[in-house]
């Protein structure tokens, strides 16, 4: 048995799925087990903190772009993004 508080809003919300899946409470709740990805919090943090990097690293070479526009190695700049997308998906995953 597991107890767990609900706000009236979650509670009724619960209710209204359950009875919109001709289900009991219990049986939705088991149902949903298998589909919930649980995430570390700190993990969580730790990739919005690189997320960020990223974010500022980007709107650094954007800068620098658009201030040296005819100095700009296309091929550099390129390379740098590729190498920032590849951390992204690595991340993501």
Same mark, same amino acid.
């Given at each position: 048995?597991?107890?767990?508080?609900?706000?009236?809003?979650?509670?009724?919300?619960?209710?209204?799925?359950?009875?919109?899946a001709g289900?009991?409470?219990?049986?939705?709740? #088991? &149902?949903?087990?298998?589909?919930?990805?649980?995430?570390?919090r700190e993990?969580?943090? /730790? +990739?919005? $903190? %690189?997320?960020?990097?990223?974010?500022?690293?980007?709107?650094?070479?954007?800068?620098?772009?658009?201030?040296? #526009? &005819?100095?700009?190695?296309?091929?550099?700049?390129?390379?740098?993004?590729?190498?920032? /997308? +590849?951390? $992204? %998906?690595?991340?993501?995953?």
């Amino acid at each position: 048995m597991l107890r767990v508080r609900f706000s009236d809003e979650e509670w009724t919300t619960l209710q209204e799925q359950a009875n919109a899946a001709g289900m009991t409470m219990s049986a939705l709740v #088991r &149902d949903h087990l298998g589909r919930v990805s649980i995430r570390n919090r700190e993990d969580e943090r /730790q +990739r919005l $903190i %690189r997320l960020n990097r990223i974010n500022a690293n980007l709107n650094m070479i954007a800068r620098w772009v658009n201030t040296y #526009r &005819d100095k700009a190695e296309t091929i550099q700049v390129i390379s740098h993004l590729i190498a920032i /997308q +590849r951390y $992204i %998906r690595d991340l993501a995953s």
